[in-house]
């Protein structure tokens, strides 16, 4: 039983900035990568930021310099710290993490979050 809990998102003017949190709970034994995908009207779906279980991360090139992904490892939970918003950000942004059930597993399984609305607009 695993559970993504995002938070964070609502309406912003363009140039403004906004936090997303997603929180991972439940019964698993580790978090692989994370990261935070979106959906924007009228386009397709778009992996945003990843970061892996090491810290490494990889951005989508619309929000490089603009969004940073980072991850609170002992709190279980990944952010999106997203600046200098601009109306083509507006989209549902959902939360995904890879996880390992338990010790030694050799596959990983994805979870979702229940998304979060960003608009940008005047």
């Known amino acids: 039983q695993v559970q993504l809990v995002e938070s964070g998102g609502g309406l912003v003017q363009p140039g403004g900035s906004l936090r997303l949190s997603c929180a991972a709970s439940g019964t698993f034994f580790s978090i692989n990568t994370m990261g935070w995908y979106r959906q924007a009207p009228g386009k397709e779906r778009e992996l945003v930021a990843v970061?892996?279980?090491?810290?490494?991360?990889n951005y989508v090139d619309s929000v490089k310099g603009r969004f940073t992904i980072s991850r609170d490892n002992a709190k279980n939970t990944v952010y999106l710290q997203m600046n200098s918003l601009k109306p083509e950000d507006t989209a549902v942004y959902y939360c995904?993490?890879?996880?390992?059930?338990?010790?030694?597993?050799?596959?990983?399984?994805?979870?979702w979050g229940q998304g979060t609305q960003v608009t940008v607009s005047s």
């Open positions: 970061i892996t279980s090491g810290g490494s991360t």
């Open positions: 995904n993490a890879a996880m390992r059930t338990t010790y030694g597993a050799s596959r990983t399984r994805d979870y």
